[in-house]
């Protein structure tokens, strides 16, 4: 058993990259605080991926006061399926997925039901600020329920996994795949019981997985291989990350995108403070390949040659 000291210099001589560290020496450093609210607010992190050509969910409407909650029947007519998340929220906390209607009530992608009066309490509870950043009041945002693309199925459960994406001076240096399971309710959420996968940065084929800080080898649900897959578009989702480093203007950054079924590619949101859980997906250290950026990126390079770099260096050879 080690100390906990024998364990802060095992994880530093393997490159793990800490909480207190990403914030001093990276965080601070390249995210100018007035860049924040571009991304935590996903409302206006939509409207910049939009106006910079990256194609996103469509938005149904954003309820912002308490009075507005009883406009949600009309906003909702005629739609059966469809995603509410807190504008300003964090964690995956708050975000609901409704993937149908019976009669008067929704389906939950766990299959529960939901009646109308949950729903808009539920949406109440949102402006409330109950999910938000720091407990502020919130808006709720209304959009369209991606569709799984086919290669995730065999390993997803109740839900569209999403791709993580760590983005460093504009360069992707570590990558992820979360995929939902029973325990998350369908949500592509690490801290609600997903599945992460890491993914090589040069190939997009996916590695062994973690869940709940457990290495796993198959979906606990599906029971399907979870390494080998061949994400699609893997080069394009490489570049669009990339390029939210030059619409955002953050230096460090989480991209998280969904590939659907009919639209391919879309983004959900940018995380000025992303996790560093992918360290554990990837068996891999963040430090040595945040340093190899320092130590060799080039300030002014295109996104193509940002890409074809992060390929060349982070890629399992």
């Avoid at 990256?54 to 909702?76: K, M, S, T």
């Avoid at 998340?85 to 906390?93: D, L």
Wanted: charged share 25%; net charge neutral.
């Amino acid at each position: 058993m080690l100390f906990p000291w024998q364990r802060a210099r095992a994880l530093r001589a393997a490159g793990v990259l800490g909480m207190n560290q990403r914030n001093g020496d990276f965080i601070a450093r390249v995210n100018p605080r007035r860049l924040y609210p571009l991304v935590d607010d996903k409302v206006r992190t939509k409207a910049l991926a939009q106006a910079a050509g990256i194609r996103v969910p469509q938005l149904y409407g954003v309820l912002r006061i308490q009075h507005e909650v009883a406009q949600l029947p009309d906003l909702l007519d005629g739609r059966e399926d469809f995603v509410v998340k807190p504008v300003n929220g964090s964690g995956g906390n708050g975000v609901l997925v409704i993937v149908g209607k019976r009669r008067d009530r929704y389906r939950k992608a766990s299959g529960a039901l939901l009646t109308e009066d949950e729903l808009e309490h539920h949406v109440s509870n949102t402006l409330s600020g109950l999910y938000s950043l720091g407990g502020q009041p919130d808006a709720a945002m209304i959009e369209y329920r991606v569709k799984i693309d086919s290669v995730f199925e065999p390993i997803s459960y109740q839900g569209v996994p999403d791709l993580r994406t760590v983005v460093y001076r504009g360069y992707p240096v570590l990558a992820m795949v979360r995929l939902p399971t029973a325990l998350s309710d369908g949500k592509a959420n690490l801290h609600q019981g997903a599945i992460g996968a890491g993914i090589d940065i040069a190939s997009g084929i996916t590695g062994r997985g973690v869940w709940r800080n457990e290495i796993v080898d198959e979906h606990i649900d599906t029971g399907n291989p979870i390494a080998g897959v061949q994400v699609p578009q893997w080069d394009t989702l490489l570049e669009l990350a990339a390029r939210c480093y030059d619409i955002s203007g953050l230096g460090y950054l989480g991209v998280d995108f969904v590939l659907d079924r009919d639209f391919g590619p879309m983004m959900l949101e940018m995380n000025a403070r992303p996790g560093l859980n992918i360290q554990i997906a990837n068996q891999t250290g963040l430090l040595p390949r945040l340093a190899a950026v320092d130590a060799h990126a080039r300030d002014g390079a295109d996104v193509a040659e940002r890409v074809a770099f992060a390929k060349e260096r982070f890629g399992r050879h």
